[in-house]
């Protein structure tokens, strides 16, 4: 079975400091790995996926995540934290093959002090 | 515009009464998704249906109902045997046929009282 641990329910940094949350995953296949951002009442959005190829991967905002696989880990990273960084990220994991659930992480509040 | 819709936004019903969300697609999408949010547990699949008239038990699939009639729509009923049913559910949608994420709806609260 699939599983996502997300190290640090809460995270503060100030702003324009670098951001760093913690993503590891367990998968017995290859997996697809993904990081959403949710503002309060709201969906879910992407950030970045890693599907295949180029271990770094950047998406919108600034964020980029690397997957490595020796570590099973895709910690997603910004330099520079801005206010409207401001919101609860979640990492999640998706199989290969047959039945393709989406496991998510239990989430990270990111909160940004100016 | 495509996207995925989930109505209404806020919901309150009464202890014991069933109560149906709807999710419905214009993406063209194989793959819907229903998930529950809680504070500190994150996103807990409840159903999932990668082809019309087929779906899966999730996680947490007890005291949910789901049906997949049509493409285009996946509305889960919330049975009087959910024993907590108050909580923030999502609907998501995804391409089986690329390696594309799934997209996600805005939302339903969901308040028993």
């Known amino acids: 079975a699939q599983s996502v641990t997300q190290l640090g329910s809460h995270v503060s940094v100030s702003e324009g400091a670098l951001v760093l949350l913690r993503c590891n995953y367990s998968?017995?296949?290859?997996?697809?790995l993904f990081w959403y951002v949710q503002y309060p009442n709201q969906g879910l959005q992407l950030l970045l996926k890693?599907?295949?190829?180029?271990?770094l991967v950047k998406g919108i905002n600034g964020f980029e995540a690397e997957f490595k696989k020796s570590e099973t880990s895709f910690h997603l990273t910004k330099p520079s934290a801005h206010m409207s960084d401001a919101a609860e990220y979640f990492c999640?994991?998706?199989?290969?093959?047959?039945?393709?659930?989406?496991?998510f992480g239990t989430g990270t509040k990111l909160q940004v002090i100016p | 515009d495509g996207g995925i819709t989930q109505s209404p936004k806020y919901l309150f019903r009464k202890e014991g009464q069933n109560v149906t969300l709807s999710c419905e697609q214009n993406?063209?999408?194989?793959?819907m998704y229903w998930y529950r949010q809680d504070p500190g547990q994150g996103l807990r699949l409840i159903y999932y249906?990668?082809?019309?008239?087929?779906?899966q038990k999730g996680d947490i699939a007890e005291g949910y109902s789901v049906s997949r009639e049509k493409k285009e729509s996946f509305p889960l009923t919330v049975t009087s045997a959910q024993k907590n049913p108050t909580a923030f559910y999502l609907c998501?949608?995804?391409?089986?046929?690329?390696?594309?994420?799934?997209?996600f709806g805005q939302g339903t609260r969901l308040t028993v009282v």
């Open positions: 890693y599907t295949t190829g180029a271990t």
């Open positions: 993406l063209n999408h194989d793959a």
């Open positions: 249906s990668q082809i019309v008239n087929d779906f």
């Open positions: 998968s017995s296949v290859p997996p697809y």
């Open positions: 999640a994991v998706r199989n290969s093959g047959g039945y393709q659930k989406v496991t």
């Open positions: 998501a949608s995804r391409d089986l046929k690329s390696n594309t994420e799934a997209f």
